[in-house]
């Protein structure tokens, strides 16, 4: 007779189903950072449709997706999936997985039991519309990615998965590299394949931004194996060996360059022309990489906010930046003379399809992608592993956690018999004479304009003194603190005296939206403030200031000192300040802008 639960690593007979499995599982009440959300814990297996497969995991891999789920944010997935009929309160997630097949629904028959298969994360309902007739299901209205949406992913002993998902196990990997590389793999595929014209070609090049990461790390093997010309970017030289080791041409290291961010305000002459000289700086070390002056026909995006004024800039004329996600931020900004003129195009892209996530599995069994797994974990050490991503202290590649499998290195079923070899791409040499290219078509910005240098430093308009608070300080205290200062904002120090945050008038408002006073009353500056506390120093120059405050959409920053590694606030420098100092008008003291509350 069946049992009702099977320890973990011991193997239920071949298709045999136990009523009960382990599971790792978020549940509302702990949302929080990894290690404090997700718990152990013995669940029922869930019934299968008849269009569904239940399989048996061997290996999970590893994705931000879950960390995000047991945030609780930006989506409550539990509250979510209640909402829309589905009774449980918790939730089992896991976006990849190898495994063995031990039940079919009746409508199955792509895979049978005892399969060896690794599952793709897109779900739809196989009645939508847009996923009939051979539409992409990408456009659904009911694509859910599976164990992040849906639940039931691959942290428990057996997964609930849609039949299209499964896809044949490359037989020369181990159940945890298996598990490692589709959801990533199948997303830089849709990217760098799924986009018609765009579609990547033999010999374009293409500008692979986090190279060594999750993503990167596929996006320059499947630009290789399509006979393209990847160049990635890294944050740090040591990284540069492991992207040319999957075939990267060479890297950028982006730590040289500083003009990151959103684009200044195209009538800030002097700052747009500032972030001219850095985005050309970077289109030359492309140049340099290759050796000689081609821009790339792709850009592979995902950090978005503080790169895609550059993506859009380094793109070659027809070019397109694709993007999947926006790490960095939301806020895009793109020169519009840019995008018509020279007729680029900003993707946008999700997961995949069957079609795609079968073009990575192939290159994969061909052994033309590796799935750069870098770290595997053991069962009990799913929330350490989500922990590292949270904290962006994993390493480079993707990481697999055992499930089924009792050891690492099992599973390998065949060795990898043809593997093609991916040739290194051999370039001409030769130094670029030129500047890097300029828009044909005339722009105001243009040339090499002087001008008028503007000596004025902060000190000499500065507000000195800060209104504070403390992290614990309940924010209808700091909305009193507001008003009766008549200022628009707050630092929070914390106790070693380094700026923490800052609250905003903003901030405080949207604290009220949709919450009673009960609910505010309960909240604590730290939970409002916004973290990334805009600075400048004293000896800064107000035009640049000034650059920094029109492209993040601020009339005001904070200027601190640095002391030992902290920020230590000093004083307030604003838009009125500037118009002060621009007309000899003496500072406005009068007003409580700058004494401090503590
Ligand atoms: N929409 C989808 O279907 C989909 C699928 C998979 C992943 N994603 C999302 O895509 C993003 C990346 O995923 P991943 O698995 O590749 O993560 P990852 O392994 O953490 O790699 C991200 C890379 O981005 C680079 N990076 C970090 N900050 C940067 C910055 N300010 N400017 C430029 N590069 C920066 C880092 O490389 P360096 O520090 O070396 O530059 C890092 O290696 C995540 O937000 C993920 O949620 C979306």
Same mark, same amino acid.
């Given at each position: 007779?069946?049992? #009702?639960?099977?320890?973990?690593?011991?193997?239920?007979?071949?298709?045999?189903?136990?009523?009960?499995?382990?599971?790792?599982?978020?549940?509302?009440?702990?949302?929080?950072?990894?290690?404090?959300?997700?718990?152990?814990?013995?669940?029922?297996?869930?019934?299968?449709? $008849?269009? #569904?497969?239940?399989?048996?995991?061997?290996?999970?891999?590893?994705?931000? %997706?879950?960390?995000?789920?047991?945030?609780?944010?930006?989506?409550?997935?539990?509250?979510?999936? %209640?909402?829309?009929?589905?009774? $449980?309160?918790?939730?089992?997630?896991?976006?990849?997985?190898?495994?063995?097949?031990?039940?079919?629904?009746?409508? +199955?028959?792509?895979?049978?039991?005892?399969?060896?298969?690794?599952?793709?994360?897109?779900?739809?309902?196989?009645?939508?519309?847009?996923?009939?007739?051979?539409?992409?299901?990408?456009?659904?209205?009911?694509?859910?990615?599976?164990?992040?949406?849906?639940?039931?992913?691959?942290?428990?002993?057996?997964?609930?998965?849609?039949?299209?998902?499964?896809?044949?196990?490359?037989?020369?990997?181990?159940? #945890?590299?298996?598990?490692?590389?589709?959801?990533?793999?199948?997303?830089?595929?849709?990217?760098?394949?799924?986009?018609? $014209?765009?579609?990547?070609?033999?010999?374009?090049?293409?500008?692979?931004?986090?190279?060594?990461?999750? *993503?990167?790390?596929?996006?320059?093997?499947?630009?290789?194996?399509?006979?393209?010309?990847?160049?990635?970017?890294?944050?740090?030289?040591?990284?540069?060996?492991?992207?040319?080791?999957?075939?990267?041409?060479?890297?950028?290291?982006?730590?040289?360059?500083?003009?990151?961010?959103?684009?200044?305000?195209?009538?800030?002459?002097?700052?747009?022309?500032?972030?001219?000289?850095?985005?050309?700086?970077?289109?030359?070390?492309?140049?340099?990489?290759?050796?000689?002056?081609?821009?790339?026909?792709?850009?592979?995006?995902?950090?978005?906010?503080?790169?895609?004024?550059?993506?859009? !800039?380094?793109?070659?004329?027809?070019?397109?930046?694709?993007?999947?996600?926006?790490?960095?931020?939301?806020?895009?900004?793109?020169?519009?003379?840019? *995008?018509?003129?020279?007729?680029?195009?900003?993707?946008?892209?999700?997961?995949?399809?069957?079609?795609?996530?079968?073009?990575?599995?192939?290159?994969?069994?061909?052994?033309?992608?590796?799935?750069?797994?870098?770290?595997? !974990?053991?069962?009990?050490?799913?929330?350490?592993?989500?922990?590292?991503?949270?904290? %962006?202290?994993?390493?480079?590649?993707?990481?697999?956690?055992?499930?089924?499998?009792?050891?690492?290195?099992?599973?390998?079923?065949?060795?990898?018999?043809?593997? #093609?070899? +991916?040739?290194?791409?051999?370039?001409?040499?030769?130094?670029?004479?030129?500047?890097?290219?300029?828009?044909?078509?005339? *722009?105001?910005?243009?040339?090499?304009?002087?001008?008028?240098?503007?000596?004025?430093?902060?000190?000499?308009?500065?507000?000195?003194?800060?209104?504070?608070?403390?992290?614990?300080?309940?924010?209808?205290?700091?909305?009193?603190?507001?008003?009766?200062?008549?200022?628009?904002?707050?630092?929070?120090?914390?106790?070693?005296?380094?700026?923490?945050?800052? +609250?905003?008038?903003?901030?405080?408002?949207?604290?009220?939206?949709?919450?009673?006073?009960?609910?505010?009353?309960?909240?604590?500056?730290?939970?409002?403030?916004?973290?990334?506390?805009?600075?400048?120093?004293?000896?800064?120059?107000?035009?640049?200031?000034?650059?920094?405050?029109?492209?993040?959409?601020?009339?005001?920053?904070? +200027?601190?000192? $640095?002391?030992?590694?902290?920020?230590?606030?000093?004083?307030?420098?604003?838009?009125?300040?500037?118009?002060?100092?621009?007309?000899?008008?003496?500072?406005?003291?009068?007003?409580?802008?700058?004494?401090?509350?503590?």
């Amino acid at each position: 007779m069946a049992k #009702e639960l099977y320890a973990l690593g011991e193997h239920p007979p071949l298709g045999e189903v136990p009523a009960k499995m382990h599971a790792w599982l978020v549940r509302e009440d702990r949302f929080g950072e990894p290690l404090q959300a997700w718990k152990q814990e013995v669940v029922d297996v869930p019934a299968i449709a $008849e269009d #569904e497969v239940l399989v048996y995991v061997m290996a999970a891999g590893v994705n931000y %997706n879950n960390v995000w789920a047991g945030l609780g944010v930006p989506v409550n997935v539990i509250a979510a999936r %209640n909402k829309a009929g589905e009774p $449980e309160p918790f939730h089992i997630g896991g976006s990849d997985a190898s495994g063995i097949v031990y039940k079919v629904g009746k409508a +199955v028959t792509n895979v049978k039991v005892g399969d060896e298969v690794v599952v793709h994360c897109g779900t739809w309902d196989r009645d939508d519309p847009q996923a009939q007739d051979g539409k992409d299901p990408m456009y659904a209205n009911s694509f859910r990615i599976w164990g992040y949406e849906t639940n039931y992913g691959s942290f428990a002993q057996f997964t609930r998965v849609q039949d299209h998902q499964c896809l044949p196990k490359p037989r020369h990997l181990t159940w #945890e590299a298996a598990s490692a590389y589709m959801l990533v793999g199948a997303t830089a595929y849709r990217m760098l394949h799924g986009w018609d $014209e765009h579609a990547i070609q033999k010999d374009d090049v293409v500008l692979i931004w986090g190279g060594a990461g999750g *993503l990167g790390s596929m996006a320059i093997q499947i630009a290789r194996a399509q006979g393209a010309i990847p160049i990635a970017v890294v944050s740090s030289d040591d990284k540069i060996d492991y992207v040319k080791s999957l075939g990267a041409v060479g890297a950028i290291n982006r730590s040289r360059f500083t003009h990151w961010g959103m684009l200044p305000h195209w009538k800030d002459q002097v700052g747009y022309a500032k972030w001219l000289k850095g985005v050309r700086e970077f289109g030359k070390a492309i140049w340099d990489v290759l050796g000689e002056k081609k821009n790339p026909k792709l850009v592979f995006e995902h950090p978005g906010e503080s790169t895609i004024p550059t993506s859009i !800039f380094v793109t070659e004329t027809g070019g397109m930046v694709v993007i999947c996600a926006g790490t960095t931020g939301y806020n895009a900004t793109v020169d519009l003379r840019y *995008l018509w003129m020279r007729q680029k195009r900003l993707q946008g892209s999700h997961f995949a399809n069957d079609v795609q996530a079968k073009g990575v599995n192939d290159l994969v069994i061909e052994g033309k992608v590796d799935p750069c797994l870098s770290r595997t !974990f053991t069962y009990e050490g799913l929330p350490e592993a989500h922990q590292l991503m949270f904290a %962006n202290q994993h390493p480079h590649g993707n990481m697999a956690i055992l499930v089924g499998a009792k050891e690492l290195g099992t599973g390998i079923s065949a060795p990898l018999s043809a593997r #093609e070899e +991916v040739s290194a791409v051999k370039l001409p040499i030769h130094t670029p004479e030129e500047f890097y290219a300029q828009p044909r078509v005339a *722009l105001s910005y243009e040339g090499t304009a002087a001008f008028a240098k503007d000596a004025t430093k902060v000190r000499d308009i500065l507000h000195a003194g800060v209104i504070t608070c403390t992290p614990a300080m309940p924010v209808d205290e700091v909305a009193r603190l507001l008003v009766d200062y008549g200022i628009h904002a707050v630092v929070v120090l914390g106790s070693d005296g380094g700026a923490e945050g800052v +609250v905003s008038q903003t901030d405080v408002v949207l604290a009220r939206q949709g919450r009673t006073k009960e609910q505010i009353a309960g909240m604590t500056a730290a939970s409002i403030m916004s973290p990334s506390l805009l600075t400048c120093r004293l000896d800064d120059s107000v035009t640049d200031v000034v650059t920094l405050m029109t492209s993040k959409g601020v009339h005001r920053l904070v +200027v601190a000192d $640095e002391r030992n590694g902290r920020k230590v606030p000093i004083g307030v420098v604003s838009m009125t300040d500037v118009i002060r100092g621009m007309i000899g008008a003496p500072s406005d003291s009068s007003k409580c802008l700058c004494r401090d509350a503590n």
